[in-house]
């Protein structure tokens, strides 16, 4: 089964373009976001690792323990400008990480055999 989509694909792919060309309001870009984390858990199915990318969204994804109460054990957050370089490719995961722009934590939270998604 499948994730259950929000944002048709021709809509979120259009706000990708958008914020890839430097056009995208706030709206635009919160649908960017939120485009790409549902494609990441359609991706990557599961439950073991919470993206988080405030304000705009949060994402389970990837296969393995699930977490039910408090803050899960392994979550990646990082800003949505931060978070659309790495779909699409404009940044790559270990630079990301190294300078800070993304904080990893828990041995599951290594997304860089998944990104870029477009």
Not at 65 to 75: A, D, F, Q
Request: glycine share 10%.
């Amino acid at each position: 089964m499948g994730v259950r989509r929000r944002i048709a694909p021709a809509e979120g792919q259009a706000a990708l373009r958008a914020w890839q060309q430097g056009s995208a309001d706030r709206k635009t870009t919160a649908t960017a976001v939120r485009f790409s984390l549902e494609e990441l858990a359609e991706r990557a199915p599961g439950n073991s690792v919470e993206v988080r990318v405030p304000p705009f969204g949060v994402a389970q994804c990837i296969a393995g323990p699930r977490h039910t109460r408090g803050t899960p054990p392994n979550v990646v957050e990082c800003d949505p400008a931060t978070w659309l370089a790495l779909v699409t490719g404009a940044q790559d995961w270990p630079a990301a990480v190294e300078r800070g722009k993304v904080a990893a934590s828990g041995l599951r939270a290594e997304l860089s055999g998944l990104l870029p998604l477009f």
